[in-house]
């Protein structure tokens, strides 16, 4: 009898078993990356760069569809970047996150996702972008010959003159007078 209650003692609690019994689909259901480990790949990684930029040039319809995103996934990109993009939405300098998702009625959930894991750039960084790019195309149109820096800055979507050399300094590895300098556009 007494070699029993050994076995016995060497089980855990009953209840320990059914706390992982049910805590496991839960688990699994609402947090599926620890179980894949977010496993995107370089190749798929440099795909998604590819559309980007191709995005970012062109129209969605002649970026080939990639194999890692859903069609959901798709539309809901192709409609937040026809929003930046295309009604240059990106020039207002409070635009957030939380406009996009209410102008696109896009949960502001799955917008941070698409911007954090499938972009895999946040947003803050690819407005920026936008806005350099925009604010390169006003200073090749020689905008910089009537405008102030901050003129364009402000025309750029910033709120001011020290945000936009930041954003400029990190984006192009020099400030904007800098860059003009270096393409003589004076």
């Given at each position: 009898?007494?070699n029993t209650n050994l076995k016995m003692n060497n089980f855990p609690p009953l209840r320990y078993v059914s706390i992982f019994t049910v805590l ?64 240059k939405k990106y020039l207002n300098p409070g635009l957030s996150i939380h406009e996009i998702s209410k102008s696109l009625d ?81």
């Open positions: 009898m007494l496991t689909p839960i688990i699994i259901l609402f947090f599926p990356n620890w179980l894949y480990a977010n496993q995107i790949n370089a190749n798929q990684q440099n795909k998604w760069d590819l559309f980007l930029e191709k995005y970012l040039n062109h129209s969605i319809s002649e970026v080939k569809k990639t194999d890692f995103i859903t069609n959901d996934e798709e539309e809901d990109l192709a409609r937040i970047m026809n929003y930046l993009k295309n009604e896009i949960p502001q959930a799955r917008v941070t996702y698409y911007f954090n894991k499938i972009i895999k750039t946040p947003f803050p960084k690819l407005r920026n972008q936008l806005r350099i790019n925009h604010a390169i195309e006003l200073i090749s149109q020689n905008a910089h010959q009537s405008l102030s820096i901050e003129g364009i800055a402000m025309q750029s979507g910033f709120k001011n003159k020290s945000t936009f050399y930041l954003a400029f300094k990190d984006e192009k590895g020099m400030t904007p007078l800098e860059w003009i300098s270096n393409k003589n556009l004076d």
